[in-house]
């Protein structure tokens, strides 16, 4: 093995450990607000852009909101692939593919562009 396939290889063992990682994680975050919600039944409901404030979803996760705690593992959850790209990004920068470094950024731009939109609307 060349030293160019030991990058790759490790690049890929990365991206395997970020993906495994975020997706736990989201899981367990998500999990966690369920089991909130069956055991503090009676919380009030939270829409979704209330909790874009940061100071309100701060408190709301201070006060143990199921909602906050669900909307967090998923936030995560989509955040996941998104770093995912970033990191292919940085791969294939530093093997000087500009193609592909372009290509990328280009569904970085889209993912990133997205979620705003998602916000904003």
Known sequence: MN???AELARVE??????????TYSAAIIIIFGLLLSFFLPNQ???Q????LSLPVYFNELKTFQAQAYVFSGLFLL????????????WSFAKEHDWV????????????VSSLIYGIIN
């Open 100 to 111: 592909y470094v372009a290509i990328t950024s280009f569904v970085l731009i889209i993912l």
């Open 44 to 46: 009030q409901t939270i």
């Open 3 to 5: 030293e160019e396939e």
């Open 78 to 89: 989509i955040l996941t692939p998104a770093l995912r790209v970033v990191v292919s990004i």
């Open 48 to 51: 979704a852009k209330e909790l």
């Open 13 to 22: 063992l990365i991206i395997g450990k970020i993906l495994a990682i975020g």
